[in-house]
């Protein structure tokens, strides 16, 4: 299992002649992500979901709070004492074209680290070779016409199971995919996401699927937990299925207003969700971080900061001071 609490991070952005000024990535995070289990970030670009999963991955440091991966809190390691325990969780990034060395056959990409994990575990040379062999067909490849390609030799949807592979060969815990179809051609999306379940089902490994596409998350982890992050901050959180079918929070119920509508299929909700702002990053706000944008702001949202709460007639926490169902989502037309 792997957990986070009070999770924050801030970054420094080069401004103009009057100097730099500092952006609030994450605001104070908690997660909990079970072994075997799912999870999914949700938001708009520049939300902290990307930020939050490099951290989770060892990746990007943390300005404060608390991470634990099985157990160990990584906090009081050595930075050195914790590569063994963030090893445990691979990323899958979201371009497989920059993702892989052009200049490296397919064995080359994965023979590096299997021949690390081979010394790690007393393993020869023969078991290097069957491993490779082994993680490309747990990804739907055959090891004998991969194997000695280069990447631009292979499809998108083929890299992109590649780096799913390259991943594998180190026994992962847990998979961050980051926005891992995003630049895969429609065709083969399905085909990697049904991948990323089945070694859910067949290896338990755990997946953190982000990404700004709800019906993806939706796919992969329709038992776990979703995270809606607003600008760093987490405003609604609960199971996947009951945070799409139910969502309080006005952010929530705008991202799930703007999903495309199959006409003649689907009628869309009765009360979709429209921020009345674009997004300014720019300015910090005193209150709640989606009051100038949200249609529904009182004068307190102004003033106060919401925190994440359960609240009676919420099923899922929530960051609003008021709270309320509305029918964003779209629905099967009747005879259909």
Same mark, same amino acid.
């Given at each position: &299992? ?59 440091? /943390? ?27 691979? &990323?899958?990034?979201?371009?497989? /074209? ?64 590649? $780096? ?11 998979? $961050? ?48 937990? &979703? /995270?809606? =992050? ?59 971080l989606f009051a100038r944008r949200c249609p529904f ?9 919401? $925190? ?13 001071? /008021? ?5 964003? =989502? ?7």
């Amino acid at each position: &299992m792997i957990t986070g609490t009070g999770i924050t991070k801030t970054f420094k952005q080069r401004g103009n002649v009057l100097g730099s000024r500092e952006v609030q990535a994450l605001r104070g995070v908690d997660f909990s992500i079970p072994k075997g289990g799912a999870a999914s970030f949700i938001g708009e670009s520049g939300c902290g979901k990307t930020t939050l999963g490099r951290i989770i991955a060892g990746l990007e440091a /943390y300005d404060d709070g608390r991470i634990s991966i099985n157990g160990t809190e990584m906090s009081s390691l050595k930075p050195k004492d914790r590569q063994p325990h963030f090893r445990r969780i691979q &990323m899958i990034h979201q371009d497989p /074209y920059s993702a892989l060395n052009p200049t490296r056959t397919i064995h080359q990409t994965l023979h590096a680290p299997l021949k690390l994990r081979a010394g790690q575990t007393g393993r020869d040379a023969r078991w290097i070779e069957e491993r490779a062999a082994e993680v490309l067909a747990l990804v739907g490849l055959d090891p004998g016409s991969v194997l000695s390609r280069y990447p631009h030799q292979l499809s998108g949807g083929m890299r992109q199971r590649v $780096v799913i592979a390259r991943a594998l060969t180190v026994d992962p815990d847990m998979l $961050v995919a980051d926005e891992a179809v995003s630049m895969i051609d429609v065709s083969l999306r399905l085909g990697i996401l049904a991948l990323l379940k089945d070694l859910r089902e067949r290896l338990g490994v755990s997946v953190l699927f982000i990404t700004h596409d709800v019906a993806t998350s939706r796919y992969i982890g329709d038992d776990g937990e &979703m /995270y809606v =992050i607003y600008r760093g901050q987490v405003v609604e959180r609960g199971p996947v299925d009951t945070v799409i079918a139910d969502p309080v929070h006005p952010y929530t119920q705008s991202l799930l207003s703007a999903i495309p509508v199959l006409h003649g299929l689907e009628e869309p909700g009765s009360q979709p969700v429209v921020p009345v702002e674009a997004l300014d990053g720019s300015q910090e706000p005193t209150g709640c971080l989606f009051a100038r944008r949200c249609p529904f702001r009182r004068d307190r949202c102004e003033s106060e900061r919401p $925190v994440l709460q359960i609240t009676e007639g919420a099923p899922q926490e929530h960051a609003c001071f /008021y709270p309320e169902r509305r029918d964003v =989502i779209a629905r099967p037309m009747s005879g259909v």
